[in-house]
């Protein structure tokens, strides 16, 4: 249980609510900022505006998956004002608070530095990261059938990046019975791809391997497919970009050439929300009690 525990949740999408749920039924204490829309209620549950009144006796406060941007503007679907932290507001917080977000700006970063708060990047957890890789991967396969006029069964697929979101990727498109090569920079992810039954090759050959792909699915957030390498692909094949904004690849090239490609970020907020926000809860629930313990008074918690 989580009783005593004062956790602020600022903004984010339909995710969210089942932090929310989760939360309230743990029976910590919930304050929500940037919910104006939000129609649903639950017991216990405060709603109030982003103020230092709002901050100031909070233990925990988490934001969007996505975080904040470098002005400190967070997004929310549930409320049309702009919700924008400032360093004068998180210098509210008890330096015994912890910010929790999916991913960081750097600005966020620096700031939390500065103020010496806490700042947890639930995504970089394993745990989240290989849960969050299942609806990605079914979001992901939804947009390649969308998208082309081929079935992915028997199609020549490549998958860009073998950690816990291409490997779960490449898993799908191979149960789906599409070829599915892998491109990777590490002699082990190399070794592990061969095993699983892929087809791996090294990054600095993917001008040669992109020459025959149907649909590229790429992880990578970095410039990988650049136009030279975009210069090499059929202009009939479609690119799904997974990584992070601004994603790995030449738009304006692929748009130039008449290559579809799509950059589709935070895909499980999108196709799944529920079970991306329950994994989401889950993670939270359990981190938000460990610091509690860590934290309490000697002969507490």
Partial sequence: MLTGISVVLIGGDPRQLEVIRKLADL??????IGFDHLQHQWSGVRRMELSAEALENADAVILP???CDEQGRVDSVFSSGDLILTEELLDDLPRSARIYTGMSSRWLRD??????????????MDEVAIYNSIPTAEGALMLGIQHTDITIHGSR???LGFGRTGMTMARVLKGMGASVKVGVRRRDHFARAWEMGFQP???????QQVQDVDLVYN???APVLSAQVLS???HTAVVIDLASKPGGTD?????KRGIKAILAPSLPGLVAPKTAGRIIAGCLAQLIKEHAVRTAPEGEG
């Fill in 157 to 159: 697929c490549m998958v």
């Fill in 65 to 67: 998956v996505v975080g």
């Fill in 219 to 221: 992880t990578v957030p």
């Fill in 251 to 255: 738009f304006r090239y692929a748009e």
């Fill in 27 to 32: 029976d910590a204490s919930v304050t929500l």
């Fill in 111 to 124: 700031v939390c530095a500065k103020l010496r708060i806490e700042l947890v990047e639930f995504l970089k």
């Fill in 232 to 234: 090499h692909m059929p």
């Fill in 201 to 207: 090759f090294n990054m600095s050959e993917l001008p």
